[in-house]
Nanobody, 128 residues
């Protein structure tokens, strides 16, 4: 088990910035992929937003957040972060961190079914 806890969400105006944090605890388990997903209110699917590989810190982003969001990790603290700048109303969603134990092909990194461990989420609301 890899308990995950997100924090840092909130309500803010268009153009603002937030940093989300995801704290990992429990017994060590190698998790090559650590990815942020989001789910809009009433939405059925979780959208992959940004992620990072634990071994080489390779990052990946969905096109809609490139240049605005930055994912990073602090391995010593068992934390990953999502720095979000220039937020837009369409960024409003519940944000989840997810860890996967399998090394994934690039085409699969945003497939939520590939991730075994999830946090409870933190809400981000961007007001226009």
């Amino acid at each position: 088990e890899v308990p995950l806890v997100e924090s840092g969400g909130g309500s803010l105006q268009v153009g603002g910035s937030l940093t989300l944090s995801c704290a990992r605890s429990g017994t060590y388990l190698r998790t090559p992929h650590m990815t942020w997903f989001r789910q809009v209110p009433g939405g059925e699917e979780r959208e992959g937003v940004a992620g990072i590989t634990s071994d080489y810190e390779k990052t990946y982003y969905v096109d809609s957040v490139k240049g605005r969001f930055t994912v990073s990790q602090d391995a010593a603290k068992n934390m990953i972060y999502l720095q979000m700048n220039d937020l837009k109303p369409e960024d409003t969603a519940m944000y989840y961190c997810a860890f996967g134990v399998t090394l994934l092909a690039r085409t699969s990194v945003f497939n939520p079914d590939k991730y075994e461990f999830w946090g409870q989420g933190t809400q981000v609301t961007v007001n226009s």
